[in-house]
């Protein structure tokens, strides 16, 4: 690997030095470390009845193509010998905590976006040790040697590019990406690598011949705002490299949520009431994952002409069970039961988050697609 010579140059042109750390299948590496039968088996997070999500999967299972929030019935379809395990999220939590201490041992500048991955700004740093490059080579070896999990880590100048970096060798690796390589390794890169380029974004970027950060690239901004909106900003930048989003240590998430489209459109009360316990299920998992508390639960539809119906509701106090959540959702169902017409798509929302002064910031609004 080749180090940064960033102690000075990075300081000299005003750039920032950037680590991205995500740990690497954190849930089910953790029960893998506690159980020492599950280590180098196929190991799924999550409920295994046939209303079951995978929460995390190990690397072994992520061979068969199974992923998180992929229900249980088709995960154990896709790796047959696939073992589930309960979540223990007091237990991730108080991993997260171990990891966390370790990044503040070297900067203040944190910025946590779930338990398992955090944004760190260590363009000065608290050891003195100038190079982003052996800081993150540090605090990949002292996550393993406390916790007995491994991170993988990316160093750049700027957030979108380290978080890229930390992505290209999974697990257990490290990119490193230098002042000036970033337009480069971007366009090398699918545009499906992009944050924010799903599955819908890239097959549109594909039909109009877009398969590659560098064709992005070639595209001038006119064109980009002519075909995707708001949207082309990010993505003229974002081919280029560009990023100038600082590393928030105070930032507060707003809400936490997630929604899933069906292959067909359902209406039966039934399938409505199925379906809904697959998605607080998913969407619980989010919420314990962010660490979030909050009062008002959303439950979204949209119906099979594409219109969108909302009906939310406020408790006087924050939400910090299941059951509470559970409770809330299923009784916002029942008040619009019967519908009037199939829906194609249903999602949760946790909003009016709240958090103490001792708590840890969190990532700004998220809404996560289920599939």
Not at 14 to 37: C, T, Y
Not at 302 to 307: E, N, R, V
Not at 361 to 367: F, G, I, K, L
Request: with cysteine; proline share 4%.
């Amino acid at each position: 690997m080749t180090e940064i010579d960033d102690s000075n140059d990075t300081e000299a042109d005003g750039l920032r030095k950037i680590i991205h750390v995500d740990m690497d299948a954190f849930f089910a590496s953790v029960e893998q470390r506690d159980n020492p039968e599950l280590r180098g088996k196929p190991v799924a997070v999550g409920g295994s009845s046939g209303r079951g999500v995978v929460a995390a999967a190990s690397y072994e299972a992520r061979k068969f193509g199974v992923k998180s929030a992929m229900p249980s019935v088709t995960a154990k379809r896709l790796c047959p010998d696939l073992i589930f395990c309960k979540s223990r999220f007091d237990i991730y939590r108080e991993v997260s905590q171990q990891i966390r201490a370790i990044f503040r041992h070297h900067t203040d500048l944190v910025e946590p976006l779930s338990l398992d991955e955090a944004y760190l700004d260590v363009t000065e740093d608290k050891l003195g040790i100038g190079s982003a490059t052996r800081i993150a080579e540090l605090i990949r070896q002292e996550i393993k040697a406390k916790t007995r999990l491994t991170a993988s880590a990316g160093v750049s100048y700027n957030k979108f590019l380290a978080k890229l970096a930390s992505d290209q060798n999974k697990p257990d690796g490290m990119c490193v990406i230098r002042p000036g390589q970033g337009a480069d390794f971007v366009q090398s890169l699918p545009v499906r690598r992009f944050h924010g380029v799903g599955p819908k974004a890239e097959e549109k970027m594909n039909r109009l011949g877009i398969s590659s950060g560098a064709d992005l690239a070639a595209k001038d901004i006119e064109w980009l705002r002519a075909n995707f909106g708001s949207f082309a900003d990010y993505l003229y930048r974002a081919a280029r490299g560009i990023d100038l989003r600082p590393v928030r240590s105070s930032r507060i998430r707003k809400s936490v949520g997630g929604e899933r489209t069906f292959s067909r459109d359902l209406s039966s009360g039934s399938e409505l009431r199925e379906t809904l316990d697959d998605i607080i299920d998913i969407v619980w998992g989010y919420i314990e994952r962010a660490e979030a508390t909050g009062r008002t639960v959303t439950l979204k539809m949209k119906y099979t002409d594409f219109q969108i119906f909302s009906r939310a509701k406020t408790l006087d106090q924050p939400i910090t069970q299941r059951v509470q959540f559970e409770r809330c959702a299923k009784s916002l169902l029942e008040e619009v039961l019967p519908l009037p017409m199939p829906i194609r798509l249903m999602g949760l929302t946790l909003s009016k988050l709240e958090r103490s002064e001792a708590e840890e910031p969190r990532r700004p609004d998220a809404q996560l697609s289920l599939l």
